[in-house]
C-alpha cells in the first residue's frame, strides 16, 4: 500500500485528492496537514469525507512525519511549496508539487511569470512535466513532477497535437476559456462571493494570465489567452482558433488527434462538440473540432474537469505511473452529467 501525505489538504485539490484516494485499492492517506486547521477533525470541513475518514484529524506540517510517506502531494501556494517540496525530495520522499514552482522547463520564465525568484532551480532543472500523455517514460522514473495548471491541461491537450503535426499555424493561437469558481481556489473574496458570481458571467486576467506562458511553453504555439468565470461550481471549457497551416485541412488536424486513440483519459469526439458535462466528475479531457472554410480557421473545443483531471485526478494519475501501477488506479473514467 503506497503512504500518501498531502500538505495544504484544507483546500479543494486536497480535498479532491482525500475524495478520491478514499477509493484506490493501492494507497491510502496517512497525514493530512494544514497550518491554518491542524488539530481540526477534516469532516468538520468536508462532511463528505466523514465516511472515509472519520475523526482523523488535520495535523500541523511536520516535514519529518511526510518524509516518512511513500509520496507527498503538495496543494501549497505558488513560492511556498518550492522549498518545502525540496527539502523532502533531500530527504528521499518523492513528491508530486500541485504549484507552479516545477512546472517549467525555462526557470527563468517561471521567475518573470511569477516575479519571484526559484529558490531550488537544482531541482527545477531535474522536475518532470506531469501530463502523461506526453512525459509518461519520463515520469516512471521522476521523484519530482511538477503537476500542470487547469486552463494549460485543456488547452495543451488540445493545441500541442496540431502544433507538433504542423496542422496549423502555431503564431496567434486563441484560447478562449471558461472556469467554474472552484478554478480559484478555496478562500474569501468577494468576487467569488455567490452573489457576485450567480447570473454573471466575465473575463478577467485578460492576456495576461499565469497560465498563458505555460501554456505555450508546453505546447509550442503563441497564445493569446482569455480566461472566463462561469457562474458553475467545476469545469472548463476551452474554445481554441487556429490558422490552418498551408495544404493543410480538418482530416490532417483529426489525424493528429488519433495519437490519443489509447489513451485512457483523451478522447477525440469529431465534430461532436463536447460540453462541461461530459467531463466533470471524471479524469478524461474531451476534445471536438469544427473548420470554417471562409477564414481557414480551426476551431477545437476542450473540456475537462478542473479538479480532477486540470489537478488532483491528473496528480493521481502521475501518482499511478511513478509507481508503475495501472494509470486508470482509482480514478473516475465517467463524469457526474447531473
Do not use: W
Not at 480538418?250 to 483523451?266: C, G, L, M, S, T
Amino acid at each position: 500500500m503506497i503512504k500518501v501525505g498531502i500538505i495544504g489538504a484544507n483546500g479543494y485539490t486536497g480535498f479532491e485528492l482525500m475524495r478520491l484516494l478514499a477509493a484506490h485499492p493501492e494507497a491510502e492517506v496517512s497525514i493530512a496537514a494544514s497550518r491554518s486547521l491542524a488539530g481540526k477533525r477534516v469532516a468538520e470541513t468536508y462532511p463528505a469525507l466523514f465516511g472515509a475518514y472519520g475523526d482523523m484529524t488535520y495535523s500541523d506540517v511536520d516535514l519529518e512525519a511526510a518524509a516518512e510517506c511513500d509520496v507527498v502531494f503538495a496543494c501549497l501556494p505558488h513560492g511556498e511549496s518550492a522549498e518545502i517540496c525540496g527539502r523532502l525530495i533531500d530527504g528521499g520522499t518523492k513528491v508530486i508539487d500541485l504549484s507552479a514552482d516545477y512546472r517549467y522547463d525555462d526557470v527563468s520564465l517561471y521567475e518573470r511569470t511569477y516575479k519571484k525568484e526559484h529558490p531550488r532551480k537544482d531541482l527545477a532543472a531535474e522536475a518532470v512535466y506531469g501530463l502523461p500523455e506526453y512525459e509518461r517514460d519520463r515520469i516512471k522514473g521522476a521523484r519530482l513532477i511538477g503537476n500542470p495548471g487547469c486552463y494549460v491541461t485543456a488547452s495543451v491537450l488540445a493545441i500541442k497535437p496540431l502544433v507538433m503535426s504542423g496542422v496549423i499555424d502555431p503564431n496567434g493561437v486563441v484560447v478562449d476559456a471558461k472556469s467554474g469558481v472552484s478554478g480559484a481556489g478555496r478562500k474569501a473574496d468577494v468576487a467569488y462571493n455567490a452573489n457576485e458570481v450567480e447570473g454573471n458571467f466575465k473575463a478577467y486576467s485578460v492576456s495576461v494570465h499565469r497560465h498563458t506562458t505555460e501554456i505555450e511553453e508546453k505546447s509550442g504555439a503563441v497564445v493569446t489567452f482569455a480566461p472566463h468565470l462561469l457562474p458553475i461550481k467545476r469545469g472548463i471549457l476551452a474554445t481554441i482558433y487556429c490558422t490552418l497551416a498551408p495544404g493543410k485541412t480538418a482530416e490532417d488536424a483529426a489525424k493528429a488527434y488519433e495519437r490519443y486513440r489509447n489513451e485512457p483519459f483523451v478522447h477525440f469526439t469529431g465534430d461532436l462538440l463536447p460540453e462541461i458535462k461530459q467531463a466533470a466528475g471524471s479524469n478524461c479531457c474531451y476534445i471536438g473540432m469544427t473548420a470554417e472554410e471562409k477564414t481557414n480557421r480551426l476551431i477545437v473545443v476542450s473540456v475537462i474537469d478542473n479538479l480532477i483531471k486540470g489537478a488532483s485526478g491528473q496528480a493521481i494519475q502521475n501518482m499511478n505511473v511513478m509507481f508503475g501501477l495501472p494509470e486508470t488506479e482509482g480514478l473516475p473514467l465517467v463524469g457526474f452529467h447531473l
